[in-house]
């Protein structure tokens, strides 16, 4: 079942802008590590980003390499929402985004099988 939902993909020219949302109204998201995840067709699924819980003693944010200075991952605990900002989209950001929840810190982007909750996911098409 549906735990987590994203929204805010699109269909965007490259050089392009998306910002994605990740919420739920289920529980509060307050002690939960936040990841994006993506996944093109025919392409292994990859982990993109990961934003700690704000009770974490640790703060801590992921960024994979291939969108480190392009994508910002921000958290909003009053809104339950956590969002991920795309900037200078690329045809290769073309993919199904999903978010997911895990327990304080990230390390789902290591080991996926500690992720608790998963979206359905939201799909970002960048193309001329």
């Known amino acids: 079942q549906v735990q987590l939902v994203e929204s805010g993909g699109a269909s965007v020219q490259p050089g392009g802008s998306l910002r994605l949302s990740c919420a739920t109204s289920r529980f509060t998201l307050e002690y939960y590590a936040i990841s994006w995840f993506r996944q093109a067709p025919g392409k292994e699924r990859e982990a993109v980003s990961c934003?700690?819980?704000?009770?974490?003693?640790?703060?801590?944010?992921y960024y994979a390499d291939s969108v480190k200075g392009r994508f910002t991952i921000s958290r909003n605990d009053a809104e339950n929402t956590v969002f991920l900002q795309m900037d200078s989209l690329k045809p290769d950001d073309t993919a199904i985004y999903y978010c997911?929840?895990?327990?304080?810190?990230?390390?789902?982007?290591?080991?996926?099988?500690?992720?608790?909750?998963w979206g359905q996911g939201t799909q970002v098409t960048v193309s001329s």
């Open positions: 934003i700690s819980s704000r009770t974490s003693s640790d703060s801590e944010i």
């Open positions: 997911a929840a895990e327990r304080d810190h990230c390390s789902g982007y290591i080991v996926p099988d500690v992720i608790a909750y």
